[in-house]
């Protein structure tokens, strides 16, 4: 059983970066494709970022030339870089591992 941990959420300013991180635990050899996705109070969730095994993404429009995926294969880890952060931005976001499942989430919050 794969396991997914987020960690690198926080309280961050307008403007602030964050990188949030999703370690895969457990007897595989590599990881599938991932994504992250991210939840605001009294919102449906909604994909911010995906990558594929060989390293393709695809961004959400309100995240575009902000956020970067990526994925390191050696450490099982995938990671979302967060800059220009705005309030609009906060909510739970999650890990999703495509054939695994979801992590537990970890909070981001934007504000001064």
């Known amino acids: 059983q794969v396991q997914l941990v987020e960690s690198g959420g926080g309280l961050v300013q307008p403007g602030g970066s964050l990188r949030l991180s999703c370690a895969a635990s457990?007897?595989?050899?590599?990881?599938?494709?991932m994504g992250w996705y991210r939840q605001a109070p009294g919102k449906q969730r909604e994909m911010v970022a995906v990558i594929t095994r060989v390293g393709n993404t695809n961004y959400a429009d309100s995240v575009k030339g902000r956020f970067t995926i990526s994925r390191d294969n050696a450490k099982k880890t995938v990671y979302l870089q967060m800059t220009s952060l705005k309030p609009e931005d906060t909510a739970v976001y999650y890990c999703?591992?495509?054939?695994?499942?979801w992590g537990q989430g970890t909070q981001v919050t934007v504000s001064s």
């Open positions: 999703y591992g495509f054939g695994y499942g």
């Open positions: 457990g007897s595989i050899p590599s990881i599938n494709a």
